[in-house]
């Protein structure tokens, strides 16, 4: 069972097999076939239970019980959704732009598809390791907002081009703070790599070690990023009660249901970033020189530690959904680049100063 | 904000104005009302509501209907205040009769009337809630209005459209338990309706969103006869239960709440401050019900002497007058309402002048529209 500590020495194993019994060509295929599907699959079963634990906590949250009927409490609730959502028709719209149209729901999910390759899971579990890892999620996640642009565009529908515009007005803007919250922590780690970020806080997690500054990142991390998502209370793409549906407005079938997918797995991508950078990763909670504190939270096994904080930072992200109302427009981009923007580069600058003065905990 | 007709509006659309509807069918106009509005960017150029909709054509058809049975078409104009409507015909046939309903209807009646109030103030702030954005005031409402509803249903066997208060008194006589149950209700929803500031009311954004949006002075709200808690929201001191006490509102001591701020922040507030003020006029009267019957003595055939009678109530939106004009027939010759949705409605052009897209849904929120009642 050592394998659950440290995945490496499994997928060593599954290497080695693999270039046994088969051409160098051939294992390399296979390799990228393997970890491909594996990705594949781990989306789709992430994606669609992150979809059912949103509707349970919005249950819990409004005095409602949420899904109940399919399978035990409701768990296979969202694989009846998406069979229903894969046979629906998909409904053409007049005068709209064909091409445009059918591609914006690919590109959305294909940026969501490339940044969760680069999330480290757990020691070894990780598909590409960068040296540019969190400046890659940053770019590649920031590709979602042309397939958003382009299905307001596209569509044909006045909603729609409303939402789109919000929307890039709006990631734009916020993708600057998640960078520079971001930043903050490249600072202190000194490198871009995901896994070096880790490391790194192998005696004590980010937001701990660099206190004040920290945690002040972390919080613009998870409001802008929020933001960059378009989730509540920063939903403005969308706008239920204002563009009814915003951007997918005509989108149906297995197109929306990439939209809605894509949006949930954005959110954990976003969470499994603010794990993996402030909370640590899948590394353990560990005390400076407390030998026996440190060798009881070593024997939690990574995986679960990765996913106990993306979790919990999920349920913070959708605490706020159900509980705060919309921002309008000129108020989201007035908290931007009135407040979060200028506090956040003042941050970086004295996180700059705090490293370079090592006025932090190492 | 100028009017422009709807000609002008589809000349204008060859000029690349931004024209979209808002409604008939959409999640924020509760019900089928359609707003044409021209947008520059995220702004309102101008907004012309159209109604109609649901025209079911109530005031005629009341011309062919006997008294008793008018009482179920008003139930379908505001059906949030069904027994306000109700009541407002039945006192209206009564004074032209000269019936004098017994102390124990009276008393009944305006019980009656205030939870319908609290009821629809609480569907409004669910509503109004989800209008901006917070989904979870929809069900923190819903499940407070549930039960008032559950106390409707137990002593006139339905919901919504109750048909209760008829002329002479009531249908049928309350619920034996329904005294109980009311005091059940009261003692629980004191202890929930701080919830609802909790959530909403101190929120940072939610202020943000409502303080200073929509004003509405109160020269403005006399000339466009807003009443209800929009008009008292901009110190417009309109209530009928006050100025031309009904039933039994002139033996309990309530306040009538004002807000001088006209903003759709203070119509929120005064609407809050609403529902406590109906719970403390339930809580006197609750336990003063007196003993007797339930109606008057009334003819099987009511016929109306021959005149004009107008009578006015206060319903959970606003001033509600019935005007009806017999001819000494079974039916009325003209029946006429003038509802508060109806004039409230026509704020919104001048409210939401230069707002947002998102404020016009927050402004007509927190006008509390029922459709019905502007179309009837």
Known sequence: MSFIYDFSSATQAIDQWLKANLSPTGAFVAELALVGLTILLAYAVIGLYLVYAERKVCAFMQNRVGPNRVGKWGLLQTMADLIKLLMKELIPIRKSDKLLFNVAPYLVIIASFLGIAAIPFAKGLHAIDFNIGVFYIMAVSSIGVIGILLAGWSSNSKY?????????????????????????????????????????????????????????????????????????????????????????????????????????????????????VFLGGWMPFHLGNLEAFNRVMDFIPPVVWFFGKTIFIIYLIMWFKWTFPRLRIDQLLTLEWKYLLPLNLLNTVVIAFLVLMGWYFK | MKEVELNEIIASKEDGKYIINIGPQHPSTHGVLRFVVSLK??????????????????????????????????????????????????????????????????????????????????????????????????????????????????????????????????????????????????AYFRKKLPEYDQLLTGNVIFEQRTKGLGILTKAEAIDYGVTGPSGRASGFSCDIRKKHPYSAYDRVEFR????????TYSRYKVRIEEMWESMNIIEQLIDQIPEGSFTAPMKAIIKVPEGEYTQRVETARGELAVYLVSTGDKNPYRMRFRTPNFSNLFVMNHLSAGAKIADLIAISGSLDLVIPDIDR
Not at chain 1, 221 to 238: H, K, Q, V
Not at chain 2, 119 to 131: E, K, N, R, T, Y
Not at chain 2, 169 to 175: E, F, N, P, S, Y
């Open chain 2, 256 to 263: 009538e709440i004002l807000a001088n701020e006209g903003d």
């Open chain 1, 160 to 276: 729609s081009l409303i939402g789109a515009m919000r929307s890039g007005a709006q990631v734009v803007s916020y993708e600057l703070s998640v960078g520079l919250a971001l930043l903050s922590v490249v600072i202190f780690s000194g490198s871009m790599q995901l896994s070096t970020i880790v490391e790194s806080q192998a005696n004590g997690w980010w937001i701990l070690k660099g206190h004040l500054p920290a945690m002040i990142s972390f919080v613009i991390f998870l409001i802008a990023s929020t933001a960059e998502i378009n989730r509540g209370p920063f939903d403005l793409a969308e706008a239920e009660s204002e563009l009814t549906a915003g951007f997918h407005t005509e989108y149906s079938g297995i197109r929306f249901a990439f939209f809605f997918l894509a949006e949930y797995m954005n959110m954990f991508i976003v969470a499994a970033m603010a794990a993996t």
């Open chain 2, 41 to 186: 960017g995220e702004t309102l150029e101008y907004l012309i509501p159209h109604c109609g909709y649901i025209h079911r054509g109530i005031e005629k058809m009341c011309e062919n209907l006997t008294y008793p049975q008018i009482i179920h078409l008003t139930d379908r104009m505001d059906y949030l205040s069904a027994h306000m409507n109700n009541e407002a015909v039945s006192l209206c046939v009564e004074n032209a009769l000269g019936i004098e309903v017994p102390e124990r209807v009276k008393v009944i009646r305006t019980i009656l009337s205030e939870l319908q109030r609290i009821a629809s103030h609480q569907l409004w702030w669910a509503a109004f809630g989800m209008d901006i954005g917070g989904l979870t005031c929809f069900f923190y409402g819903l499940r407070d209005r549930e039960k008032v509803l559950d106390i409707f249903e137990e002593s006139f066997g339905s919901r919504l459209l109750h048909s209760f208060i008829c002329p002479g008194g009531l249908m049928q006589d309350i619920h034996p338990d329904f005294q109980k149950r009311v005091k059940e209700f009261i």
